[in-house]
């Protein structure tokens, strides 16, 4: 008799488990979750889907920041001589930044300026 209660309890516990895990993995809908005063507590994550920017959004940028003599520069649009170069080497820098410090790394308002800025000096 004990055994039957035994098993029955553990089938019970694995059959919540599952369906706490299923709920849990499976996408929410539209539906959120809200707590005190109808505030969302939980945002369904949904994955983002990379929009690549409108050929006018491209020639919109204030700076380009990009290597200059070794060093993290700071470039106006359409200007081949730095308005700014940080003391940053770009050679201490990770991998990452500096294959985007080839490239340009294109800024489109002066608080991102001053965040990459930060980024790259800290």
Same mark, same amino acid.
């Given at each position: 008799? /004990?055994?039957? %209660? =035994?098993?029955?309890?553990?089938?019970? =516990?694995?059959?919540?488990?599952?369906?706490?895990?299923?709920?849990? &993995?499976?996408?929410?809908?539209?539906? $959120?979750?809200?707590?005190?005063?109808?505030?969302?507590?939980? $945002?369904? &994550?949904?994955?983002? @889907?990379?929009?690549?920017?409108?050929?006018?959004?491209e020639?919109? +940028?204030?700076?380009?920041?990009? $290597?200059?003599?070794?060093?993290?520069?700071?470039?106006?649009?359409? %200007?081949?001589?730095?308005? @700014?170069?940080?003391?940053?080497f770009?050679?201490? /820098?990770?991998? +990452?930044?500096?294959?985007?410090?080839?490239?340009?790394v294109?800024? +489109?308002?002066?608080?991102? &300026?001053?965040?990459? @800025?930060?980024? +790259?000096?800290?």
């Amino acid at each position: 008799m /004990l055994d039957k %209660r =035994l098993l029955a309890t553990g089938v019970s =516990l694995l059959v919540v488990c599952a369906v706490a895990a299923a709920s849990a &993995l499976l996408p929410a809908g539209d539906a $959120e979750v809200l707590g005190p005063a109808d505030e969302p507590v939980h $945002e369904v &994550l949904r994955p983002r @889907i990379f929009e690549p920017q409108s050929p006018a959004r491209e020639k919109d +940028y204030l700076y380009i920041i990009r $290597e200059y003599e070794g060093r993290v520069a700071v470039f106006g649009p359409d %200007r081949d001589a730095p308005e @700014i170069i940080l003391e940053t080497f770009v050679r201490h /820098l990770p991998i +990452y930044d500096r294959i985007q410090l080839q490239v340009g790394v294109r800024v +489109y308002s002066t608080q991102e &300026l001053e965040a990459r @800025i930060e980024d +790259y000096t800290s």
